[in-house]
């Protein structure tokens, strides 16, 4: 058993982690970091980046269908080889880390390949090796693919996202369970790629963590596609004969693919981790930071494992916050009301803070909403062909200011970033009312979403 003392040891590379180990590293401070995985985590190699690249080409496809009746004839023909050597491209050779650890070591940080475990407060054990931390523990161990206990599930050949990204050929049939974000984007690339898909969400609705709109508009595109979405029913079982899935709901109908992709969340695992060791709840879905993203004396933690929303933005944001303090620099604290995020779907769904029923349910009666269709706007109707969407504004009416916001559209996530600022501000309504907004633009359906207010 060797035994090393450290300033500071991180436990878990992602982008956040990576970000925080990377600047206590060039400043000077003693640090080690330890990853069992890739250094960068899942953002660069299986989720953010190359999923958007999927979703890039994907689109230039639907494009591409689009020119008849608005600008000439076209023929497409898809190919996936492009796109499978450029995700492989960036992922630095087929998924190595080579040049990101050395990155950081060249920095001067040392880098413990393994899982880490905290034995005891300011000690984290990998393998045989003791790293003990002077002055503390950050965590950001990050997630990974929630598999559902379904029936005959285990031990098939079944797809999470790291097998649909590092796919070399379109399955020419694919079921989806689950239609959040991850099983929304990926289940239109494939079908726009020629496959024949088939999602089920077991809740009401597509995107059921967003706002009931959102799910519609989602549903009636991808059925305009050729998607079939199959909501409000589970999966009871699962069979692989060896050459096809055939998923079996729990109305007693079915769906086959030749492919089954598992898209149904993300979890932390808390008890490997050795939280318990620092008076921390091993069973807990999520760990419990301060505004200064501070778990116990000592630990601070970032990212998926604390639950504030799994994207690589979140846990940038945080690891500002941690390296602030222990480099005693200026930083701000936790502010979690205007949490933005984007559905990369066609239409992107981008949506900031609370949902009318979040705010209904905290707000009662209090609550105002307003909305417009991007159809019906001069933007819109220029667009023309994929110009489905809309805004939907959340108001809290006695404080006079938005507390959540929708934007779909074909720019829906760029749109967002004003109402991000709107509800971060926060900024008053009848302030929202005096801006001018550019014509014609995708983001002045805003001003009539707000004449809705009322």
Known sequence: MSEREFDVV????????????????????????????????????????PSKMMIRAADLLAEGRRIPGMAGSSVISPDWAPVARRIRDEATDNWNDTVAADRFTSLGGTLQRGRGVITAPGEVRVGEH??????????????????????????????????????????????????????????????????????????????????????QVL?????????????????????????????????GTSARGARLLVATGRRSDLAALGVGAIGLDEGA?????????????????????????????????????????????????????AVPRVTFTDPEIGAVGLTEAQARDRLGVAVRTGNA?????????????????????VADAERGVLVGATSAGPAGGEVLSMLTLAVHAPVPVPRLREMIYAYPTFHRAVEDALRQLG
């Not at 079908?191 to 088939?198: H, I, M, Y």
């Not at 004969?241 to 709901?249: P, R």
């Open 373 to 393: 269709q991007l159809a019906d706007s001069a933007r819109g109707w220029i667009h023309k062909a994929g110009n489905r969407g809309f805004i939907k504004l």
């Open 219 to 251: 549903a009636e595109v991808f059925r305009a596609e050729g998607i079939v979405v199959l909501t409000g029913v589970s999966a009871a079982s699962v069979r692989h004969d060896g050459q096809e899935f055939t998923v079996t709901l729990a109305d």
């Open 285 to 337: 879905h999520f760990l419990e930071t301060d505004a200064d993203m501070v778990v116990a004396p000592g630990v601070w933690a970032l990212g998926d494992v604390v639950g504030h929303g799994a994207f690589t933005h979140m846990s940038m944001y945080e690891a500002g916050i941690i390296v602030g303090q222990l480099l005693n620099r200026p930083h701000h604290r936790a502010e979690y009301h």
């Open 10 to 49: 991180v436990i878990g590379m992602g982008p956040g982690a990576e970000y925080v180990a990377s600047e206590l590293a060039r400043a000077g401070v003693s640090v080690a970091a330890v990853e069992d995985r890739l250094v960068g985590g899942e953002c660069p190699y299986w989720g953010c980046v």
């Open 130 to 215: 003791v790293l003990r931390a002077g002055r503390g523990i950050v965590i950001g161990t990050g997630s990974a693919p929630a598999i559902p206990p379904i029936d005959g599930l285990a031990g098939t050949p079944y797809w999470t996202n790291h097998e649909a990204v590092e796919a070399d050929q379109v399955p020419r049939s694919l079921v989806v369970l689950g239609g959040g974000a991850v099983g929304a984007e990926l289940a239109q690339v494939f079908a726009r790629f020629g496959s024949s898909v088939t999602v089920i969400e077991a809740r009401r609705q597509l995107l059921p963590a967003e706002e009931p709109e959102s799910g």
